[in-house]
């Protein structure tokens, strides 16, 4: 155009600086609009899928109504910010539109003037319009496009918070593999705090332990005393603030995740099966293991006459979270699970606590057997579980109040020997 007639094309460029305006207005306001409304995609997401999870709980408490309420105000905020959204589209591409629009009138204008002063050709002019057209054409498919790529940048912001989020626990650049070890476990002077902790407060303070290999050691306390947290230090899903955790001598700080899971077997209360079949789920920690002793296992244990009831026995298909098992069943299967695993340490966290007293019974004459040469840490209401051990620790309030074996511990008439008193008359 520069080319045909550089004061046409002067003239057209008069709209480029509203149109650079107007992109520039877009782009922030169009940003933040795109932002709020995938940050609502995701509370609406969230929502059902909590829904659809706790279907019964809601029915149980006669939610439904109350719940669908609360979807539709979701939905509505959703509604309103899709509407700033398409608002604000839908003037930046009329505008895109305008400018363009006004850009060609001026060139008719002026340029019909330069024709009628013969300063240009007829030729000339036609040829000039019909670049105009190249011109405009491309900005506005872009400014469509610039509206797609809004879209996508908000959704893709998101994406990659997620993708960057630094897990709590990282193993140290120069941290090494835990050899096999005896497992030889002890908390020095251990003090955690979670992130909403509240300052000032801790919810494991100053705990000692020791536990010689092949030992087994019970964590009795009330709900919320903090047993589950010394596990889950134990296994390093959280690190402490003070203190130390040895096995075999090496700062667990030290070593890597891996290297450290490869050892533990962990039975918990609320346990996870994943979709595949019970064969599968059982061999999860070692998949190297062979029919037979999967089999083998799952007899010691008591488990086989369970799983053999099922009408495809080990073949039997596990839905999504198991849901498709009682949870004594799943119980069961992850004590298999477990034992096949072979690992040096062994926790079980309120692992029975679903089962019937009589499959307990069963369990609890092969957990010796799977007690046997390795260090296990057991958390149980059921003082029966516990009373075997080699040590007891008392928790309380995140403190170990007392400690000793059973008859240790009756004998000195404190905590224990009130929870063994309650527990024996129920
Ligand atoms: N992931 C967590 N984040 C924040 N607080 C937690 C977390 N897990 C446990 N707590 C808190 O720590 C305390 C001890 O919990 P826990 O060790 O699970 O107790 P227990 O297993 O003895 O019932 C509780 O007060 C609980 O609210
Ligand atoms: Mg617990």
């Not at 006459?305 to 069943?329: C, D, H, L, M, W």
């Amino acid at each position: 155009m520069l080319q045909y007639d550089w004061r046409l094309c002067l003239a057209v460029s008069v709209v480029l600086p509203p149109l650079a305006v107007a992109t520039t207005l877009f782009h922030k306001y169009g940003m933040k609009a795109y932002r709020d409304l995938r940050a609502q995609t995701s509370r609406i997401t969230g929502a059902m899928a909590e829904n659809i999870a706790g279907v019964r709980v809601a029915q149980a408490f006669a939610r439904e109504e109350e719940n669908l309420v609360r979807f539709q105000q979701l939905q509505g905020v959703y509604f309103d910010r899709f509407l700033v959204v398409a608002r604000l589209f839908h003037t930046y591409l009329p505008f895109v539109g305008l400018v363009s629009g006004l850009g060609t009138a001026i060139i008719l204008g002026y340029g019909g003037s330069l024709v009628m002063q013969r300063a240009i050709t007829v030729g000339e002019f036609a040829a000039f319009i019909l670049y105009l057209g190249m011109f405009f054409g491309p900005i506005q498919t872009m400014g469509d496009l610039y509206n797609a790529v809004l879209s996508t940048a908000a959704s893709a912001e998101r994406i990659f918070q997620l993708l960057d989020t630094e897990p709590q626990i990282r193993d140290r650049p120069d941290a090494s593999a835990l050899p096999p070890v005896r497992g030889h476990i002890i908390f020095d002077h251990v003090y955690l705090r979670y992130d909403t902790t509240p300052a000032g407060t801790w919810v494991l303070r100053d705990i000692c332990l020791e536990a010689e290999p092949g030992q087994i050691v019970a964590l009795v306390g009330a709900t919320g005393s903090g047993k589950t947290s010394i596990i889950s230090l134990l296994a390093r899903f959280y690190e402490p603030q003070q203190g130390r955790i040895t096995m075999d001598g090496i700062d667990l700080q030290t070593a890597t995740s891996e290297s450290l899971h490869k050892q533990i077997g962990i039975v918990t209360q609320d346990n996870f099966l994943f979709t595949g079949t019970v064969m599968e789920n059982i061999r999860f920690g070692r998949t190297d293991a062979t029919g037979e002793e999967v089999i083998e296992a799952s007899k010691r244990l008591g488990a086989h006459q369970v799983i053999s009831r099922f009408e495809k026995g080990y073949a039997t298909p596990v839905a999504e979270r198991g849901s498709n098992f009682s949870a004594g069943e799943r119980q069961l299967i992850c004590f298999v699970r477990a034992m096949v695993a072979r690992p040096r340490i062994l926790i079980l966290d309120e692992a029975t606590s679903a089962v019937d007293p009589h499959t307990e019974t069963l369990l609890q004459g092969a957990l010796e057997k799977l007690f046997e040469r390795r260090t296990s840490f057991v958390i149980a209401h059921r003082l029966s579980t516990v009373c075997h051990a080699h040590q007891i620790l008392v928790l309380q309030h995140g403190e170990i109040v007392e400690r000793g074996t059973h008859d240790q511990l009756l004998v000195s008439g404190g905590h224990y020997a009130k929870l063994y008193a309650e527990f024996v008359r129920h």
